[in-house]
């Protein structure tokens, strides 16, 4: 079974960048379908990215889109979240996940393996 290791949150002024990790072991990334996920205290689980390998597809929730930026690295077995443009609303704990394939990839329930998470807040 696949393990992922979220890394790169931290403290960043609004309008700054981060650039989130998720490395996995135990298996290729490429093999499954990876998702990004964060949560805010007191709200639920929000979808913010996915990608897909084969065919090779990017999906991004409704307020990310046009900021934020998923992709992989299979030499690391790695894929990353690029942020940018970052509000005081991005603030939550982020966390990778993998699944089979594309469907109800919205979803995290959906989701078989998750990371433990890697904190990002944003200040104003």
């Known amino acids: 079974q696949v393990q992922l290791v979220e890394s790169g949150g931290g403290l960043v002024q609004a309008g700054g960048s981060l650039r989130l990790s998720c490395a996995a072991s135990g298996s290729t990334v490429s093999n499954y379908f990876i998702g990004w996920f964060r949560q805010a205290p007191g709200k639920e689980r929000e979808f913010v990215a996915a990608?897909?390998?084969?065919?090779?597809?990017?999906y991004y929730g409704d307020s990310v889109k046009g900021r934020f930026t998923i992709s992989g690295e299979n030499a690391k077995n790695t894929v990353y979240l690029q942020m940018n443009s970052l509000k005081p609303e991005d603030t939550a704990v982020y966390y990778c996940?993998?699944?089979?394939?594309?469907?109800?990839?919205?979803?995290?329930?959906?989701?078989?393996?998750w990371g433990q998470g890697t904190q990002v807040t944003v200040s104003s």
């Open positions: 996940a993998v699944k089979g394939g594309s469907l109800w990839y919205r979803s995290s329930a959906m989701y078989s393996s």
């Open positions: 990608i897909g390998w084969s065919p090779a597809n990017t």
